[in-house]
């Protein structure tokens, strides 16, 4: 196993995420207890030592399937993260009794390492809201002892990363963000990435795999990659991607079989960047498999003949997420923090705005298709 530096600590390169699990009937809730602890044992005894649960995954049984798991292993042995849920706004007054719990369910006295939970448009004024002093009550429980390391994860763009940061950055230990070789550009994990650095602040990788999709490519793609390393699978090249990039402490997979765990231990037994060659293969191939979006440039040209005044180039952006992903939750999330009238759905479709449109986007039809799958 490969470990990273962090402050005084060793940490494996592959963390085990929890929000993946196995389940038992396709019941997402209902884990499969047994499983679990045959890949937490497997991953011990493998030199994986930081696990990364939350109050949501597995609608709330992660957290206390995880704990009473690595609880058959020495408490100095491991490393666990938890999360505060700020993805739920009707989280944001209940800090202190959420915590509470946490330590409960997962049956611990603290935690190795602790987060502010998705940082994103939705809840960044919530955040940054003193009336509900979330990272102020989270720096006391790191001075009692009760957390080691304060950090946050952010789906957020880079503006919304940037307040926090403006805010909480000299506090925060580390950043958790989406990064893969396909949100490289897509999600800008490069703007994110390079915000962290600016920082100074270690990188936690979590998505590596993109929800599996990086995992199974088509078969031509598949074959590119095996000619350029005939021994190396593909998922491995993701983890490859990761490897090249300065700054990534931990990457989080979750593992949701023994043989997942298996292959992904094997790859972080050695230390394999990709060459600049193998790297814009890669990179070249993310944007083949992105060559359905809509091509906008963020000109803008748009936003002053809308008489609606939308934001069309960013609601454009959630619409390639949205398509691309299937659904998701990136879009309806960033879509709360925007008032209802300037939504996809208060597009009136007179196509102003496709006149001026140097790519020739037919804007007000993506519009209501956004509109519907939204409804859906």
């Known amino acids: 196993m490969i470990y990273k530096d962090f402050q005084t600590e060793k940490l494996s390169a592959l963390g085990m995420g929890a929000m993946r699990l196995p389940v038992a009937d396709n019941d997402d809730s209902r884990i499969d207890v047994p499983a679990v602890e045959e890949m937490v044992d497997y991953a011990m005894a493998h030199g994986v030592n930081y696990y990364d649960t939350a109050w949501g995954y597995h609608g709330g049984n992660s957290e206390t399937v995880l704990g009473r798991a690595l609880g058959r292993h020495p408490r100095d042995s491991y490393y666990l993260a938890d999360k505060f849920p700020g993805y739920d706004l009707a989280n944001m007054p209940k800090v202190r009794e959420i915590f509470e719990r946490q330590l409960e369910k997962c049956g611990v006295e603290y935690f190795d390492f602790y987060l502010c939970h998705n940082v994103c448009e939705m ?31 952010g789906h957020g763009a880079v503006p919304v990363l940037e307040r926090f940061l403006d805010a909480w950055g000299a506090e925060m230990e580390f950043g958790q ?7 490289w550009t897509f999600q800008d994990a490069k703007g994110k990435m390079e915000l962290l650095n600016r920082w100074n602040i270690p990188v936690w990788v979590m998505e590596p795999l993109r929800g599996g999709r990086l995992a199974d490519l088509p078969e031509a793609d598949a074959q590119r990659l095996r000619s350029l390393r005939p021994k190396e699978t593909v998922p491995a090249w993701a983890f490859r991607f990761l490897q090249t990039l300065p700054g990534v402490t931990v990457t989080l997979s979750g593992m949701s079989s023994p043989e997942q765990l298996r292959q992904n231990i094997r790859t972080f037994e050695t230390q394999a ?16 498999m992105l060559s359905g979006r809509l091509p906008c440039t963020a000109c803008r040209y748009c936003v002053s003949h809308c008489p609606r005044g939308l934001d069309i180039p960013r609601l454009l952006e959630l619409y390639n997420e949205h398509s691309f992903t299937g659904g998701g939750f990136i879009a309806p999330m960033a879509l709360m ?5 300037k939504h996809p759905s208060a597009c009136i479709g007179c196509r102003s ?16 298709d956004f509109a519907d799958r939204l409804k859906g």
């Open 123 to 153: 809840n960044i004024d919530a955040y940054l809201d003193p009336k509900f002093g979330i990272v102020s009550y989270l720096l006391e429980q790191k001075r009692a002892g009760r957390i080691r390391h304060l950090g946050f994860s």
């Open 177 to 183: 963000i989406q990064l893969n070789y396909l949100d």
């Open 273 to 288: 960047p990709l060459s600049e060659g193998e790297m814009q293969t890669l990179l070249a191939m993310a944007e083949g």
């Open 337 to 341: 923090a925007v008032p209802e009238e």
């Open 353 to 368: 705005c496709e006149r001026v449109c140097p790519q020739q986007i037919p804007i007000s039809r993506a519009m209501a």
